[in-house]
Structures are given as structure tokens and as C-alpha cells.
């Protein structure tokens, strides 16, 4: 009985580890986005980002430090406090003292982990002064961007990902190697950098999210509702995020794109797109004005 | 007798109405093979037997399975243009072409199972009746409601009778930013009804056999 | 089958109530009121949903093994990872702790039965038609919910006829909650051996006091959220749609409030069951007990006043993350004493490692590190990054598997000679043991890293980067389901049909409390009168 359960478990493990071994996809980093393998988050394009970084940092260090001392304390008693070695038990069963100083110590230290992140989160709800004011909509399962306010204001365009990629998707994905699979859109959101960009969230249907880990910023999009974010990149560059919020089917399937230029290219891409506009007079741009007025 | 410029003329416009006519038609097929391709987001909520929208009110989602193709594809572009205002509809069509709208709107065309239905619909009360004859709502969708006299009209016998309400209301909204229809064949004669009216034909009409289907994608791969 | 039936009294002495006869067949099942036999159902009951639970779980991580979609559609997808929580939250975890209760607390605090039996036995035979209609959702037209566990509004307006059949078995899983609460609350507080007072209980029957008092404050609360929904869907009602002047986000308070305290319900009774195994293998008496009293019902007091860190990305104003961020942190206060203390059971003990010990030490080392991540989310800023990815997944999944499981598994392994007569096999036990903390490792470990890389939570399919994370947890997953699998074929199911060594009355050396006192197995009936207990209530003296 052991034998051929034994038997079995090790063709099991064969056959998983070859399934592994095949399950591998030879991709690359993604620069502004995931990389392969990552272990942290994001590099940080924001100063936002770079604070939740080193506060990450701090409480992982704090956390793990007193980790190993609880542990080694509890791995040391496991191994010296064995019956088998002959240890034979005490009989203290309280001590008034040493309940007052491990409720006091960790009392100060998660005071003292409160500080920095109360600087934070007043630093991420400012979303006052912003050079230019942009509101994502949330559709299922797309994202919708109006410029409201500041250079760009007026444009306006709907953001999918690439059909190619969903159908790809489909198909199961063999044999694919992406750098940015599910993460490419028609029209990326595009920002100019080092300008304070105040990204106002809504959508017209369920509640979604909108999240740039690069930037640090996440909000729900809530129907009926804005709520606002904002972030201001500190170099150029892509960076992806994807939805946050369970949506529906397509979930999965609604990423964000956004390319951040310098001041000098965002210039000529508002030209382009301004002269697109007015060529086309889309009756849609229509809607969408009246939409950003309400 | 004609004479040569008069005839050219004629012949010209002729071309010309023709080419009207059928320039939406003529220019872009539809393919289903390639329409399949292009209806993931579709299946999200058209796709799932009882999906409902949820904003701004709850309401079935109406079912496009055997609806007509040229419908569908004025109902999009009716999303699109802004004729129908339904931010979530507008997001859809905003990123269709004219080839993809024609190739998922015969997909749809044909999907799920061919129905025949009986001639007339089943004899509605005497005061439906009356606002059936006041709409005339035959005269465009059919005696049965499912054959109707242009294929870019609806075919809605059996369509969710929340839905056809909500599309009978919104084709009387007038002047909000965000919702309603500006059909102005559609509008007028719904403007004829108060709502209650108009619940009781979407009733009616929603409960007579129809050829239109949810037909649910299949849950494995 | 566990629980001997006895028609002879077993306390020395007496023979009144000898002659009912003892039911037999179906109809001992059915119309149990005997709270051995209630309690053995809801454990079988539980361990039944795990199985369900477990296999939708292992169909998602097949999904995810590789990149793009191979096996479910993405609404499948979605109903798997909702009817997946659903089950194991209201379907596993929660019964079997009613199942540990209904057998330990008349047990443990020398009591013949529950107060209520009957109410009992309907608190169980009401899970069935649930999950039933839970299970059955799957067949429903437009398939099961499919909003995840949670069942944020709007999303629920969108879903089809399962949506309402989960809202009502969820109320029916409430009811039974609430009933079975009561049960508890008024079985401790009103039929404890003489001699055994409040602060004299065994430390279950403490958490278990507190769990039942918290049950009752919010399953309500439950109730009304979902039923806001219901009327929402059905009778014109916009209590979440905002063009009715309603509020998504006001579901998500409502639920909130019901869901944070629901999480310490379903820790509470394991932190119990680890404070009874601790002390037994370490042969010395639970460090603090005070202050374990005092720890747990300020856990289960601050519970109620942190529900929003669930919701700190929804736009709180700043004094709403503030606050919510400062309550959450604080509840890591008392959660550290009660690890301090235990550690401090084991210092200078006299310590075994059998399976149930290696249970209970298992799970103070993941379910801290669980802690630690819950720590690290509780962190706002840092939760902008995190909510609703992976890292997420794994906090919670370290709490509840390698918390709440895991204590579970401590207690089944200690309290399976009492129950059956009969001892497991200690090798098996220590197999499963290391196997089930390897696998678990295996398959949670990587999602804290893919959470903090940004993968969103309930995806189906995911950009390539993730992909060797997700095949190792994924692996790792089916590891940890067989485990299981192993668990009930080759330790309880050997247990239940008797075959095994005869167990004895006290087959841990160290092991104090009532339960001890009786015979293994137990009888069916048990300090039918109360016994007179010695001074600190942990032996009965005559």
C-alpha cells in the first residue's frame, strides 16, 4: 500500500515538473510595467510611489525583525524545552509585568509606523492645483479619457485593448511570447512629466478602478460618483496599470496606458489631436463635450 | 426626345441615388467567421441568460441573438453618432469600424436557433389593443412584431419586456446630456403614451413568441 | 461512527435515564438533538464544502497555471472565484467551528447538552437546502453569481436568477448562524458545571463566547445588505444606484461592517483551539490567561470600528483612511499578546511534537506572517498599491487556510481519540502535517509577490511577466488538495469506522479539561448530572 502510493506521488511529481518545465513564457521585462519574476513593486515614476516604496521598506524591515526575534525565541524553546531532552516543565502561568511591556512595546512601535504613513496618505488625497485635469470613465470593459482642464482640454477618446490580444487570449495564448500582453491599448492616456496631472474617476455602469502602480495611484470608479487622484511623473516613459475592481466578464481586459512625454512633445500631440478633432467634428466629441460640462 | 445632357443627368443621378442607397450595404459585408472574433465584450453582458444593466435603472439587457444585421448595425452607429445616448453602448461602438460593426452584426444575424413563428401574435386585451392600433405599431415591426418592413427596423416580439419599456421611454427623453434616443420616427409616436402606457405594450409585446435569443457562450474552452 | 451510543448512564453511580432508547438509522441523523451527533454533522457537513470549496479552487489555479484561456470562459471564471469564497467561507470554515462547538463546549464545560437541542438540530438540517441552492446556482440559467464573494452592488444588479438564489441561502446560512449562536451564548452562560466560573473556562469556550456574541451583532447586518440588494434587483428600490439617489459605496460599508468582524469569527475559535493544544504539549498551564480573556474580546471589540480598510480606495476623505488606518494598526496589539503568550506556554515546558502540537506551532508561525502582511495592508499608502491584487489574496489566504485550517486541523487531530475511541496513525498525521504546510507555502507564498508586481485579484488571464508565480502556485495548489484528499482517506475516515489502536480516556499527557474526564470515545451522553469539579475546574472530583 505505502509502496504504490509512494510510486504514485513520485509520477505525479514527475508530471507536474514536466508541465512546469513547458509552462514557462520566454518574456521579457516590461518597462513601466510588470517584469518578469518581480519581486517588489514598481519603480517608482512618482514621488508618491518612491514614499509607499521606502514605507514598505520600513515595515517590512520592522516586521521581519521582530519576526526573528519572536521566532528564534519560540524555535529556540522548541529545540531546548523538549520533553525528549529531558526538560522537564515549569510552573509559571502569568506575570501582570511582562503583559503590560509586550502590549506597551508594540503599542509604540505601531505608533511610530504611523507617522510616516499619515504623511502619505495627506500627501495622496492633495489633489488641489493640478495642471490638468482629466476624467476616466470606466465602461465595461474599456476606459473613456476627457480633458477637462489645462493643456489638451476638449480631448477626449475612448481606450480599449488591442481585439488582437483578447482574441489571442482566447486562442490560449501558446506559444506567445508578449512583453505586453493584455496591456496594449488604441490610445494610450497621454500626459506631459513633471506636471501635476489630477485624474478625476467615474463610469457609467459598475464600479471599476483606476491604477498606474508606477505612479502609486489607485481609485475606484464609481457610477453616479467622482472621486479624484493624481499623480505627477517624474520622468517619461510608459506605464501600465489594469482594473481594479471586479467589473464583469471582461475584467481582465480593461487596461491603462498611459505615456507621458515631455512638454515639448505633448505640445505637438494636443496639435495633432486638436486638428484630428476639428476635422472629423465628430458628432460623438458632441456628447462627450456635453458630458464633461455636466 | 431626351436630349444627350438630359439623359447623362438622369443617369447620373440615378448612379448617384443608387450609390446612396446602397453604399452602406454594398461597401461593407458582414462576416460571421470573422464577426466571432470581434465579441467578447459582447458576450459579457448579451451573452449570459438574464444579465441585466445596472445604470441608471436595472433592467434585462436586450437579447441580439437573430436580430436583423442591418438593426444592429444602425443601433451602433446610433451609439456612436450620439443619436442614442448610453455612455457604456457609446464606449462599444467608439471602437468599431464599419467592418466590424458589419461582421458582428452578421454574427449575430445568425446565431442561435432559426425559429419559425405563427403570423399573428396572440390576441391582446381590449385595451392593449387600443394603443397597439394608436402606435400602429405594426405598420413597421410586422403583424407578428418580428417582420419588420425594413430590415434596419427591430424585429421585438419577445424581447425582455424591462428592456422594451426602457427603450420606449428613452426614445420620449429629450434634452438630457446623457440619456435617451432622438429617433424622431420612434419618438414621436412614443411621445403619444404616458409611461404606464407604455409598460403595458412593452408587456404585450415582449410576452408574444420571438425569434430573438441570449445564446450563452460555453462555459469550458 | 463517532459518539458510542450508550443507553446505560456513564457517571459513576447514577442510572436515571437509562431506558430512552437511543435512536438508530436515519433517524438518529436526522432528528439529532444530541450535540456529539449535531456536532459530528456539521464537521462532515464542513468538510464536505472544503472538498466543493477546494476543487472550484484548484479549477481557478488550473486556469491560471499558464497565461491566456485554456480551460473556463472568463464568466465562468468569475463564478468559480465567487462560489469559491462563498462556500468556504459560509460553507466550511464557519460550520466546522459550530461543529468544534456543539462537540466541545457541553463537553468542556461539564454540561449534558446544548440549552437548545432541538433549536440545534434545526440549526444544522438548515445549511443543507443552502447549499443546496449554492451549489446547484452553477445550473441556474446565466450560472452562478459571478460577483465575487463579496457581492459588490452594481455589479450584483447585472447578475441573472442565481444572484437571488445566493441571496436567499445566505440568509438561511445566516439564520442558522444566529440560532446556533444564541444556543452557545446561552448554553455558557447558563450551564456550567458548579464551580466553574467565567474566568475559569477553558480558553474555547472563551472564544467561543465572545465568536457567538459577535455572530449575532452582525449577520443581521449581512441580512440587510443583501437583501438592500434583492429589492434593488427586483422591486424598484435604489438604495445602491446612485440616479436613485442611492450609493454603491454605502453596500460596501454595510457589508464591511458585517465582513471585518465576520473575519475574527472565523479566527476566534482557532486562536481557541490552539490556546487548549499549546498548553497540553507543552505540559504546562496557558501563560496569562487574563489576558488572553482580555486580548480576545478586545480583538473582537475593536473589530467593529475598522471595516473601511477594506475600502480605502473608494475615495474615503482623509480622517475616514486616518482612522481606519490607526483602529487597524491597534488590533495588532492584543493579536501580538495572544502569540506572546503563547510562546510564553511553551518556554521552559516540557514539549512534544505530535500532530496536533505540530498544528498548532504550524500555525503560529504562518498565521503571524498572515498578521504581518495584514499589518503591512493596514498601511494605506501602501495599500494603494496593493488593494485588490495578489498580495491581498495571499494576506488573507494565510490567515484563514494557514489560520483558521490549520487550527482546525490542530484541534480535529487532538480531540479525534475523544471523538472516535480510536487513535490515529502519528505517522500519517506528521506526513499530512508537513505536506499540508509545504504545499500551502508553495501556493501562497508567490502571490505576495505577485501582488506587489500588480496583479489584480480575479483575473482570468494575465500579462506574461506573472506567469512563473502563478505556475508554482498553481502546482503548489494541487499539492495541497491532494494533501487533503490524503487527510480524510487515510486519518479520518480509518478513525471513524473504529479501526485503529483503542484510544485511552487521556491519550495526552498534558491534556487538562473536562473532556478528559470521560471516556473515549465519549458517551453518548455526558454528565448528565453536573460534577462536582475541583478548584481550578479542570477535574472532576466525584
Given at each position: 500500500m505505502m509502496n504504490?502510493?509512494?510510486?504514485?506521488?513520485?509520477?505525479?511529481?514527475?508530471?507536474?515538473?514536466?508541465?512546469?518545465?513547458?509552462?514557462?513564457?520566454?518574456v521579457n521585462d516590461l518597462p513601466g510595467g510588470p517584469a518578469v519574476r518581480q519581486l517588489n513593486m514598481h519603480p517608482p515614476a512618482t514621488k508618491i510611489a518612491a514614499e509607499q516604496h521606502s514605507l514598505h521598506w520600513m515595515m517590512m524591515i520592522i516586521c521581519m525583525l521582530i519576526f526573528v526575534v519572536v521566532f528564534g525565541v519560540m524555535f529556540y524553546s522548541i529545540w531546548k524545552h523538549r520533553k525528549s531532552v529531558g526538560h522537564k516543565p515549569a510552573s509559571f502561568h502569568e506575570s501582570v509585568k511582562v503583559e503590560i511591556a509586550w502590549t506597551v512595546v508594540p503599542l509604540i512601535i505601531v505608533v511610530i509606523m504611523a507617522i510616516p504613513a499619515t504623511r502619505a496618505v495627506v500627501a495622496q488625497k492633495d489633489t488641489s492645483n493640478a495642471d490638468i485635469t482629466i476624467k476616466a470613465t470606466g465602461y465595461q470593459w474599456r476606459w473613456g479619457y476627457d480633458y477637462l482642464k489645462g493643456e489638451g482640454d476638449g480631448i477626449s477618446f475612448i481606450s480599449s485593448l488591442d481585439n488582437e490580444q483578447r482574441v489571442l487570449s482566447n486562442t490560449g495564448a501558446k506559444g506567445v511570447n508578449l512583453d505586453n500582453y493584455l496591456l496594449k491599448v488604441d490610445n494610450p492616456l497621454v500626459v506631459p512629466v513633471n506636471k501635476k496631472i489630477r485624474i478625476i474617476t467615474t463610469s457609467s455602469d459598475v464600479i471599476h478602478a483606476f491604477a498606474v502602480p508606477s505612479f502609486g495611484i489607485k481609485q475606484d470608479a464609481i457610477p453616479g460618483f467622482v472621486r479624484d487622484t493624481w499623480f505627477k511623473a517624474e520622468m517619461t516613459g510608459d506605464f501600465y496599470g489594469q482594473c481594479q475592481e471586479l467589473c464583469g466578464k471582461e475584467h481582465a481586459y480593461m487596461p491603462i496606458h498611459v505615456k507621458v512625454l515631455s512638454e515639448a512633445d505633448y505640445s505637438a500631440w494636443v496639435k495633432t489631436q486638436q486638428t484630428k478633432k476639428s476635422a472629423e467634428a465628430q458628432p460623438a466629441q458632441q456628447v462627450a463635450q456635453a458630458n464633461t460640462a455636466k | 426626345m431626351q436630349s444627350t445632357f438630359t439623359r447623362l443627368l438622369s443617369a447620373a443621378l440615378a448612379l448617384l441615388a443608387f450609390s446612396f442607397q446602397s453604399?452602406?450595404?454594398?461597401?461593407?459585408?458582414g462576416n460571421p467567421v470573422n464577426g466571432e472574433a470581434k465579441i467578447a465584450m459582447c458576450i459579457g453582458c448579451h451573452g449570459i441568460p438574464g444579465y441585466q444593466a445596472s445604470f441608471p435603472e436595472v433592467y434585462k439587457v436586450p437579447m441580439i441573438s437573430r436580430q436583423s444585421a442591418k438593426y444592429i448595425v444602425s443601433s451602433l452607429n446610433a451609439y456612436k453618432s450620439g443619436e442614442r445616448k448610453h455612455p457604456t453602448m457609446r464606449s462599444v461602438a467608439a471602437g468599431l469600424s464599419d467592418q466590424d460593426m458589419a461582421d458582428i452584426a452578421a454574427y449575430y444575424d445568425g446565431h442561435g436557433p432559426a425559429v419559425t413563428l405563427p403570423e399573428q401574435p396572440?390576441?391582446?386585451?381590449?385595451?392593449?389593443?387600443?394603443?397597439?392600433?394608436?402606435?400602429?405599431?405594426?405598420?413597421?415591426?410586422?403583424?407578428?412584431?418580428?417582420?419588420?418592413?425594413?430590415?434596419?427596423?427591430?424585429?421585438?416580439?419577445?424581447?425582455?419586456?424591462?428592456?422594451?419599456?426602457?427603450?420606449?421611454?428613452?426614445?420620449?427623453?429629450?434634452?438630457?446630456?446623457?440619456?435617451?434616443?432622438?429617433?424622431?420616427?420612434?419618438?414621436?409616436?412614443?411621445?403619444?403614451?404616458?409611461?404606464?402606457?407604455?409598460?403595458?405594450?412593452?408587456?404585450?409585446?415582449?410576452?408574444?413568441?420571438?425569434?430573438?435569443?441570449?445564446v450563452p457562450q460555453s462555459k469550458f474552452r | 461512527m463517532s459518539a458510542v451510543i450508550d443507553s446505560h448512564g456513564h457517571v459513576a453511580g447514577h442510572h436515571d435515564h437509562d431506558h430512552h432508547h437511543a435512536p438508530e438509522g436515519w433517524r438518529r441523523w436526522v432528528f439529532a438533538t444530541n450535540h456529539k451527533d449535531i456536532g459530528t454533522l456539521y464537521l462532515l457537513f464542513a468538510f464536505t464544502m472544503l472538498i466543493f470549496g477546494g476543487a472550484l479552487a484548484l479549477l481557478i489555479r488550473a486556469e491560471l497555471f499558464q497565461p491566456g484561456l485554456q480551460l473556463v470562459n472568463p464568466e465562468l471564471f468569475n463564478q468559480l472565484t465567487t462560489m469559491h469564497g462563498l462556500i468556504m467561507v459560509f460553507g466550511a470554515i464557519m460550520p466546522a467551528f459550530v461543529g468544534f462547538a456543539n462537540w466541545m463546549i457541553p463537553l468542556q464545560i461539564g454540561a449534558p447538552d446544548m440549552a437548545f437541542a432541538r433549536m440545534n438540530n434545526f440549526s444544522f438540517w438548515l445549511m443543507i437546502p443552502a447549499a443546496a441552492m449554492l451549489g446547484s446556482s452553477f445550473f441556474m440559467p446565466g450560472g452562478a453569481p459571478a460577483a465575487g464573494w463579496t457581492l459588490y452592488a452594481p455589479l450584483t444588479m447585472q447578475m441573472g436568477p442565481s444572484m437571488d438564489a445566493a441571496i436567499f441561502a445566505l440568509h438561511i446560512l445566516g439564520a442558522s448562524s444566529i440560532m446556533g449562536s444564541i444556543n452557545i451564548v446561552v448554553t455558557i452562560l447558563n450551564m456550567r458545571a458548579p464551580g466553574m466560573t467565567l474566568m475559569k473556562m477553558p480558553m474555547f469556550v472563551w472564544t467561543w463566547l465572545i465568536t457567538a456574541y459577535l455572530l449575532i451583532a452582525v449577520m443581521p447586518v449581512l441580512a440587510g445588505a443583501i437583501t438592500m440588494t434583492l429589492t434593488d434587483r427586483h422591486f424598484g428600490t435604489t438604495f445602491f444606484n446612485p440616479a436613485g439617489g442611492g450609493d454603491p459605496i454605502m453596500y460596501q460599508h454595510i457589508f464591511w461592517f458585517f465582513g471585518h468582524p465576520e473575519v475574527y469569527i472565523m479566527i476566534l475559535p482557532a486562536f481557541g483551539i490552539v490556546s487548549q493544544v499549546v498548553p497540553a504539549f507543552a505540559r504546562k498551564k496557558l501563560f496569562g490567561y487574563a489576558s488572553m480573556v482580555y486580548a480576545t474580546a478586545s480583538i473582537a471589540i475593536l473589530s467593529f470600528i475598522v471595516w473601511a480598510h477594506h475600502m480605502y480606495t473608494t475615495g474615503m476623505p482623509v480622517t475616514g483612511q486616518l482612522f481606519f488606518m490607526y483602529a487597524t494598526m491597534l488590533i495588532s496589539v492584543p493579536t501580538g499578546v495572544k502569540v506572546f503568550n503563547w510562546i510564553a506556554t511553551m518556554w521552559k515546558g516540557s514539549m512534544t511534537f505530535e500532530t496536533p502540537m505540530l498544528f498548532a506551532v504550524g500555525f503560529i508561525f504562518v498565521f503571524t506572517m498572515g498578521g504581518f502582511t495584514g499589518l503591512i495592508l493596514s498601511m494605506a499608502p501602501i495599500d494603494m498599491q496593493l488593494q485588490d491584487g495578489y498580495y491581498v489574496v495571499a494576506h488573507f489566504h494565510y490567515v484563514l487556510v494557514a489560520g483558521s485550517l490549520f487550527a482546525m486541523f490542530s484541534g480535529i487531530y487532538y480531540w479525534l481519540p475523544k471523538w472516535t475511541g480510536v487513535m490515529y496513525v502519528e505517522g500519517r498525521g506528521k506526513l499530512h502535517f508537513w505536506w499540508t504546510l509545504i504545499s500551502f507555502n508553495v501556493t501562497f507564498f508567490p502571490m505576495h509577490f505577485l501582488g506587489l508586481a500588480g496583479m489584480p485579484r480575479r483575473y482570468a488571464d494575465y500579462p506574461m511577466q506573472f506567469a512563473d508565480f502563478n505556475a508554482l502556485a498553481s502546482v503548489g495548489a494541487f499539492a495541497f488538495g491532494l494533501a487533503q484528499v490524503y487527510f480524510f482517506v487515510m486519518v479520518i475516515l480509518p478513525c471513524m469506522r473504529g479501526q485503529g489502536e483503542a484510544a485511552p480516556q487521556r491519550p495526552w499527557e498534558g491534556a487538562e479539561g473536562l473532556e478528559w474526564e470521560v471516556a473515549s470515545p465519549a458517551p453518548f451522553h455526558t454528565f448528565e448530572v453536573p460534577p462536582k469539579l475541583n478548584e481550578d475546574a479542570t477535574k472532576v472530583i466525584a
Amino acid at each position: 500500500m505505502m509502496n504504490s502510493t509512494t510510486k504514485t506521488f513520485a509520477s505525479g511529481l514527475l508530471w507536474a515538473g514536466a508541465w512546469v518545465a513547458t509552462a514557462a513564457h520566454a518574456v521579457n521585462d516590461l518597462p513601466g510595467g510588470p517584469a518578469v519574476r518581480q519581486l517588489n513593486m514598481h519603480p517608482p515614476a512618482t514621488k508618491i510611489a518612491a514614499e509607499q516604496h521606502s514605507l514598505h521598506w520600513m515595515m517590512m524591515i520592522i516586521c521581519m525583525l521582530i519576526f526573528v526575534v519572536v521566532f528564534g525565541v519560540m524555535f529556540y524553546s522548541i529545540w531546548k524545552h523538549r520533553k525528549s531532552v529531558g526538560h522537564k516543565p515549569a510552573s509559571f502561568h502569568e506575570s501582570v509585568k511582562v503583559e503590560i511591556a509586550w502590549t506597551v512595546v508594540p503599542l509604540i512601535i505601531v505608533v511610530i509606523m504611523a507617522i510616516p504613513a499619515t504623511r502619505a496618505v495627506v500627501a495622496q488625497k492633495d489633489t488641489s492645483n493640478a495642471d490638468i485635469t482629466i476624467k476616466a470613465t470606466g465602461y465595461q470593459w474599456r476606459w473613456g479619457y476627457d480633458y477637462l482642464k489645462g493643456e489638451g482640454d476638449g480631448i477626449s477618446f475612448i481606450s480599449s485593448l488591442d481585439n488582437e490580444q483578447r482574441v489571442l487570449s482566447n486562442t490560449g495564448a501558446k506559444g506567445v511570447n508578449l512583453d505586453n500582453y493584455l496591456l496594449k491599448v488604441d490610445n494610450p492616456l497621454v500626459v506631459p512629466v513633471n506636471k501635476k496631472i489630477r485624474i478625476i474617476t467615474t463610469s457609467s455602469d459598475v464600479i471599476h478602478a483606476f491604477a498606474v502602480p508606477s505612479f502609486g495611484i489607485k481609485q475606484d470608479a464609481i457610477p453616479g460618483f467622482v472621486r479624484d487622484t493624481w499623480f505627477k511623473a517624474e520622468m517619461t516613459g510608459d506605464f501600465y496599470g489594469q482594473c481594479q475592481e471586479l467589473c464583469g466578464k471582461e475584467h481582465a481586459y480593461m487596461p491603462i496606458h498611459v505615456k507621458v512625454l515631455s512638454e515639448a512633445d505633448y505640445s505637438a500631440w494636443v496639435k495633432t489631436q486638436q486638428t484630428k478633432k476639428s476635422a472629423e467634428a465628430q458628432p460623438a466629441q458632441q456628447v462627450a463635450q456635453a458630458n464633461t460640462a455636466k | 426626345m431626351q436630349s444627350t445632357f438630359t439623359r447623362l443627368l438622369s443617369a447620373a443621378l440615378a448612379l448617384l441615388a443608387f450609390s446612396f442607397q446602397s453604399a452602406n450595404a454594398q461597401e461593407v459585408k458582414g462576416n460571421p467567421v470573422n464577426g466571432e472574433a470581434k465579441i467578447a465584450m459582447c458576450i459579457g453582458c448579451h451573452g449570459i441568460p438574464g444579465y441585466q444593466a445596472s445604470f441608471p435603472e436595472v433592467y434585462k439587457v436586450p437579447m441580439i441573438s437573430r436580430q436583423s444585421a442591418k438593426y444592429i448595425v444602425s443601433s451602433l452607429n446610433a451609439y456612436k453618432s450620439g443619436e442614442r445616448k448610453h455612455p457604456t453602448m457609446r464606449s462599444v461602438a467608439a471602437g468599431l469600424s464599419d467592418q466590424d460593426m458589419a461582421d458582428i452584426a452578421a454574427y449575430y444575424d445568425g446565431h442561435g436557433p432559426a425559429v419559425t413563428l405563427p403570423e399573428q401574435p396572440s390576441a391582446p386585451s381590449a385595451r392593449v389593443n387600443e394603443l397597439l392600433t394608436k402606435g400602429a405599431c405594426n405598420s413597421c415591426h410586422g403583424a407578428n412584431f418580428s417582420k419588420p418592413i425594413d430590415a434596419s427596423y427591430p424585429k421585438i416580439a419577445g424581447q425582455n419586456r424591462d428592456y422594451l419599456y426602457i427603450a420606449l421611454k428613452s426614445y420620449k427623453t429629450d434634452g438630457n446630456a446623457t440619456w435617451g434616443r432622438s429617433n424622431p420616427v420612434m419618438g414621436t409616436i412614443a411621445k403619444q403614451f404616458s409611461n404606464a402606457e407604455l409598460k403595458e405594450l412593452a408587456n404585450y409585446i415582449g410576452r408574444q413568441p420571438g425569434e430573438l435569443h441570449v445564446v450563452p457562450q460555453s462555459k469550458f474552452r | 461512527m463517532s459518539a458510542v451510543i450508550d443507553s446505560h448512564g456513564h457517571v459513576a453511580g447514577h442510572h436515571d435515564h437509562d431506558h430512552h432508547h437511543a435512536p438508530e438509522g436515519w433517524r438518529r441523523w436526522v432528528f439529532a438533538t444530541n450535540h456529539k451527533d449535531i456536532g459530528t454533522l456539521y464537521l462532515l457537513f464542513a468538510f464536505t464544502m472544503l472538498i466543493f470549496g477546494g476543487a472550484l479552487a484548484l479549477l481557478i489555479r488550473a486556469e491560471l497555471f499558464q497565461p491566456g484561456l485554456q480551460l473556463v470562459n472568463p464568466e465562468l471564471f468569475n463564478q468559480l472565484t465567487t462560489m469559491h469564497g462563498l462556500i468556504m467561507v459560509f460553507g466550511a470554515i464557519m460550520p466546522a467551528f459550530v461543529g468544534f462547538a456543539n462537540w466541545m463546549i457541553p463537553l468542556q464545560i461539564g454540561a449534558p447538552d446544548m440549552a437548545f437541542a432541538r433549536m440545534n438540530n434545526f440549526s444544522f438540517w438548515l445549511m443543507i437546502p443552502a447549499a443546496a441552492m449554492l451549489g446547484s446556482s452553477f445550473f441556474m440559467p446565466g450560472g452562478a453569481p459571478a460577483a465575487g464573494w463579496t457581492l459588490y452592488a452594481p455589479l450584483t444588479m447585472q447578475m441573472g436568477p442565481s444572484m437571488d438564489a445566493a441571496i436567499f441561502a445566505l440568509h438561511i446560512l445566516g439564520a442558522s448562524s444566529i440560532m446556533g449562536s444564541i444556543n452557545i451564548v446561552v448554553t455558557i452562560l447558563n450551564m456550567r458545571a458548579p464551580g466553574m466560573t467565567l474566568m475559569k473556562m477553558p480558553m474555547f469556550v472563551w472564544t467561543w463566547l465572545i465568536t457567538a456574541y459577535l455572530l449575532i451583532a452582525v449577520m443581521p447586518v449581512l441580512a440587510g445588505a443583501i437583501t438592500m440588494t434583492l429589492t434593488d434587483r427586483h422591486f424598484g428600490t435604489t438604495f445602491f444606484n446612485p440616479a436613485g439617489g442611492g450609493d454603491p459605496i454605502m453596500y460596501q460599508h454595510i457589508f464591511w461592517f458585517f465582513g471585518h468582524p465576520e473575519v475574527y469569527i472565523m479566527i476566534l475559535p482557532a486562536f481557541g483551539i490552539v490556546s487548549q493544544v499549546v498548553p497540553a504539549f507543552a505540559r504546562k498551564k496557558l501563560f496569562g490567561y487574563a489576558s488572553m480573556v482580555y486580548a480576545t474580546a478586545s480583538i473582537a471589540i475593536l473589530s467593529f470600528i475598522v471595516w473601511a480598510h477594506h475600502m480605502y480606495t473608494t475615495g474615503m476623505p482623509v480622517t475616514g483612511q486616518l482612522f481606519f488606518m490607526y483602529a487597524t494598526m491597534l488590533i495588532s496589539v492584543p493579536t501580538g499578546v495572544k502569540v506572546f503568550n503563547w510562546i510564553a506556554t511553551m518556554w521552559k515546558g516540557s514539549m512534544t511534537f505530535e500532530t496536533p502540537m505540530l498544528f498548532a506551532v504550524g500555525f503560529i508561525f504562518v498565521f503571524t506572517m498572515g498578521g504581518f502582511t495584514g499589518l503591512i495592508l493596514s498601511m494605506a499608502p501602501i495599500d494603494m498599491q496593493l488593494q485588490d491584487g495578489y498580495y491581498v489574496v495571499a494576506h488573507f489566504h494565510y490567515v484563514l487556510v494557514a489560520g483558521s485550517l490549520f487550527a482546525m486541523f490542530s484541534g480535529i487531530y487532538y480531540w479525534l481519540p475523544k471523538w472516535t475511541g480510536v487513535m490515529y496513525v502519528e505517522g500519517r498525521g506528521k506526513l499530512h502535517f508537513w505536506w499540508t504546510l509545504i504545499s500551502f507555502n508553495v501556493t501562497f507564498f508567490p502571490m505576495h509577490f505577485l501582488g506587489l508586481a500588480g496583479m489584480p485579484r480575479r483575473y482570468a488571464d494575465y500579462p506574461m511577466q506573472f506567469a512563473d508565480f502563478n505556475a508554482l502556485a498553481s502546482v503548489g495548489a494541487f499539492a495541497f488538495g491532494l494533501a487533503q484528499v490524503y487527510f480524510f482517506v487515510m486519518v479520518i475516515l480509518p478513525c471513524m469506522r473504529g479501526q485503529g489502536e483503542a484510544a485511552p480516556q487521556r491519550p495526552w499527557e498534558g491534556a487538562e479539561g473536562l473532556e478528559w474526564e470521560v471516556a473515549s470515545p465519549a458517551p453518548f451522553h455526558t454528565f448528565e448530572v453536573p460534577p462536582k469539579l475541583n478548584e481550578d475546574a479542570t477535574k472532576v472530583i466525584a
